[in-house]
């Protein structure tokens, strides 16, 4: 086996694939610790409740998600309640993975933005959303570090040895 030296070119893209894996990496731990934090306050239908009686008499809410709400989240609500932390910690996993990155980016940005339409805003969702744009944006760099693209390195390396 031959080496060469590194171009300008192939540094460059190096340093964009561990920046942006990173990124990928960094959204799918805020993700799992959002999971992780609801499973630990027992999450659930009461929650999902307080957020649908919360939409209906807030202002700031979009009338298309208080329509939602009302008839979607309210009769689901113990589903809804057990679906939110499951979705967020199998969120986090797939990102960390590297798996389905650009479906898991594209439902990262959906999730937030129903988090946001429901005017549940909390700190870290402005910083989840710029790195779910990060991982769009560096599609093809964040996917240089994926559990696939390891597994397939080695079965190559092994087929060559």
Known sequence: MTT???TTRDRA???ASILFGAVRVG???LWLHEGYVKFRA????????LVVDGASANS?????FRFVAEHLLRPTADLAGLMTPLTEVALGLVLVLG???TLSVAVSAGLLAVYWSSDQLIAQYPI????SVGV???QGYSNRWTIMTLVRRRSAQQEEG
């Open 13 to 15: 893209d190096l340093a």
């Open 4 to 6: 060469r030296a590194l």
């Open 136 to 138: 769009l944006v560096g």
């Open 128 to 131: 989840m959303a710029l790195l």
């Open 27 to 29: 959204l799918g731990l």
């Open 99 to 101: 798996v389905f990155s």
């Open 60 to 64: 700031r809410v979009p009338e298309y």
């Open 42 to 49: 027992h999450f659930g239908r009461a929650d999902i409740l």
